[in-house]
């Protein structure tokens, strides 16, 4: 029998595509390939930037920081020019003060109608008291005539009186409800008093704001960006000034559809950070996003019109680092990172 040989050329080209094979095989992670470990590189280091914004317009005055200092909490970043907006806030001080002296007024009248209503229901006794004398006076008169004892004149007086006394009690009377509706008319018009008091205390609380927002202090504490702003400059309502980035950060990693199966909330995770020299953090899986990132995106694409490629889409998961691991206080916003997740660990 003959015994085959192999010449090296056929031995390079067997070997070169096992290798390639090889190669393959572990690209698409298949067996004897396979692992639970998911990895990406898609993913970045996020955080919380603020920008910064004034409520109100003005020439800036004084910004006393710089680009990248750090902050504390209710820090002063930058000014602006608040003399219009004291003496808008004196201006409603002054007519807030204005109408709590109408108010007070409007009180002092009512005293005084009530003082009013106690004098004419005064009269009114008295102006009774004359009515009953009179009463009586033509009583006596009408028996005295029947009697034949007085002359006619002197009932015809009495009666006179009695109808001058009633015409009395009917002024006293009516002097009596003028007044009361006196009253009624001031405690009516208190509303649209003490309304237009509200008002004015509104509008203070307004001047006040808008001479607290001349100052622009940090929300929280952290680092500034760039500080765009400068003294003397012009800036209306909504300019940007400079952003605040807090400490705080997390990772935002970019999976395959085609890697999820198995993932899970409470897996750890490796971050491999490229800005520092390719060092190794550790974290967790905090959560997915509710949706891939193309449902997200200003324009979708419509895969019913035209020719289809299926293309695995991307979904976010959100990674927590965990903490006392010195080198995540230099973790910013923005940075890029390497993700591997181990999906054979049991987050319960």
């Known amino acids: 029998m003959l015994k085959k040989t192999f010449t090296p050329a056929t031995i390079l080209i067997i070997l070169g595509a096992l290798l390639g ?36 317009s003005g020439y800036v005055v004084d910004v006393p920081v710089q680009d990248y ?7 002063l970043l930058a000014r602006i020019d608040d003399r219009i907006y004291r003496q808008k806030l004196a201006q409603a001080q002054a007519a807030l003060a204005t109408q709590m002296a ?12 009530q003082a009013r209503i106690a004098s004419s229901e005064a009269a009114v006794d008295s102006v009774n008291a004359d ?29 006179a009186s009695l109808e001058r006394a009633r015409a009395a009690m009917a002024q006293a009377r009516a002097a009596v409800e003028v007044s009361r509706q006196d009253l009624q008319t001031i405690i009516v018009n208190r509303g649209s008093l003490e309304a ?19 100052e622009i202090r940090a929300p929280r504490e952290g680092k500034l960006g760039e ?9 209306a309502a909504g300019t940007q000034l400079m952003a605040v980035v807090p400490h705080d950060v997390w990772i935002i990693a970019n999976f395959k559809e085609t890697q999820l199966a198995g993932m899970a909330a409470g897996q750890p995770v490796e971050i491999q950070v490229d800005a520092l020299d390719r060092r190794v ?3 967790k899986v905090e959560r997915f996003s509710p949706a891939t990132g193309s449902e997200f995106s200003v324009i979708k694409a419509d895969n ?8 695995a889409q991307r979904m976010g998961v959100r990674i927590t680092i965990d903490d006392m691991q010195e080198a995540a206080s230099l973790l910013t916003p923005g940075m890029s990172v390497v993700v591997r997740i181990d999906k054979s660990v049991d987050p319960a």
Not at 69 to 75: H, I, L, R, S
Not at 131 to 159: F, K, P
Not at 227 to 235: K, T
Request: avoid cysteine; aromatic fraction near 6%; charged fraction near 15%.
């Open 21 to 56: 094979t090889s190669l393959v095989l572990y690209a698409w992670r298949l067996p004897p390939f396979t692992s639970s470990v998911e990895m990406t590189d898609n993913a970045y280091v996020r955080g919380y930037v603020t920008t910064l914004s004034p409520q109100v």
């Open 69 to 75: 200092q750090t902050v504390e909490k209710g820090q």
């Open 102 to 113: 109408a108010l007070d007024n409007s009180r002092q009248q009512e005293t005084a109608a």
């Open 131 to 159: 009515l009953e004398q009179a009463q009586s006076q033509s009583d006596r008169q009408d028996s005295l005539i029947r009697s034949g004892v007085v002359a006619t004149s002197a009932q015809e007086q009495a009666h």
């Open 196 to 214: 237009a008091v509200a008002n004015a205390q509104a509008a203070v609380e307004l001047a006040k704001i808008d001479l607290s927002n001349t």
């Open 227 to 235: 500080v765009g702003v400068r003294v003397g400059q012009y800036v």
């Open 281 to 283: 953090l550790k974290g």
């Open 304 to 311: 019913a019109s035209g020719n289809f490629v299926k293309i």
